[in-house]
């Protein structure tokens, strides 16, 4: 079990830095709680040698702990002279502006975590997860706006950054530890998603690629290991990131939505279509003699005379599969 990150992961990647990294860290966190949107701090260095590197690292780890901070803009500036280093940064709006989003975010996270308190901690996740990807669609208008709360919060829309953003932000109000963490997608595109914390045991969540479909949040990829999520997210192992190492906190393992024979494939499929429950989420456990899984299902309604049209949706790589009568 990897050791639980402190107040819920908001300064996770400040312990990765250097002594002086952290002291940099520590000033700019206080200025932005104070709301000092002057976009300059200046600092004492101890290291002159190396604070520019330190100064950037703190900057970027601010950024990645603290999504609350969503006005900072991505680029900084980092001039020193003896023992005075200076760090520019972009302020992204105006303080009535920092303000409004603010309000709305604090109402935004009200609703998302609402009936939250009694539940336990994988419910918790569930309801407020299932709630972000069917409140927000991908969005990408060549804007700041998308790669920070704001799209989600004032738009129900944004890319990764920003999904995960509202995701991590409402995950910590009902206890559950997260961190951001950065990898990469197929086709070698940039992306990013959260590590959480459940019951102890660190699993990826990645709410951007779970959007609803029709309404239906099919919750793919949900409580992943590091083996489960690496069919299709790449280059996110680092000497920072925890290893994922527990498969049984899926949403499908936990939810029981596992088949591990045909046997357990047709009696799922008669059960759901005698009490007639549509989508039917499917898990298999197993690998068909013939090696496709379509045809397995397509077998099983046979054998059990389900008539109807539906619409299959699939996760070839996670072995997930959706059923839609039509």
Request: charged share 20%.
């Amino acid at each position: 079990m990897e050791k639980l990150p402190k107040k819920l992961g908001a300064e996770y990647y400040r312990g990765c830095l250097s002594g002086q990294g952290r002291e940099f860290y520590d000033q700019l966190n206080a200025r932005l709680r104070q709301q000092d949107y002057s976009g300059e701090t200046v600092f004492s260095l101890r290291q002159p040698k190396t604070a520019a590197t330190d100064c950037f690292a703190a900057y970027r780890a601010l950024v990645d702990d603290h999504p609350e901070y969503f006005f900072l803009g991505f680029q900084s500036e980092f001039t020193h002279a003896g023992r005075t280093g200076t760090l520019r940064y972009p302020i992204l709006y105006s303080p009535a502006n920092i303000e409004r989003v603010r309000q709305q975010l604090r109402r935004s996270i009200c609703r998302l975590v609402r009936g939250t308190g009694p539940l336990p901690m994988i419910e918790r996740e569930i309801l407020v997860y299932g709630r972000i990807a069917r409140k927000l669609t991908f969005a990408n208008h060549q804007d700041v706006r998308d790669h920070n709360i704001v799209g989600p919060v004032l738009l129900s829309c944004g890319v990764c950054e920003g999904q995960n953003a509202l995701l991590m932000l409402c995950l910590r109000r009902v206890g559950i530890p997260c961190i951001k963490v950065y990898g990469k997608t197929r086709d070698g595109g940039s992306h990013c998603w959260t590590i959480a914390w459940i019951n102890g045991s660190p699993v990826h969540c990645d709410v951007t690629w779970d959007g609803a479909l029709e309404g239906v949040v099919r919750f793919n990829y949900l409580n992943l290991s590091d083996d489960q999520i690496g069919g299709d997210h790449f280059a996110f192992q680092g000497v920072n990131i925890p290893v994922c190492s527990t498969g049984a906190l899926s949403y499908y393992r936990y939810r029981g939505l596992c088949v591990g024979s045909f046997r357990e494939l047709r009696e799922r499929l008669r059960a759901d279509s005698a009490r007639g429950v549509s989508p039917t989420l499917l898990h298999f456990s197993y690998l068909p003699a013939h090696g496709d899984y379509p045809q397995e299902i397509q077998r099983a309604f046979s054998k059990e005379r389900i008539a109807g049209a539906h619409e299959l949706y699939a996760n070839s790589h996670l072995q997930n599969y959706m059923l839609r009568k039509v």
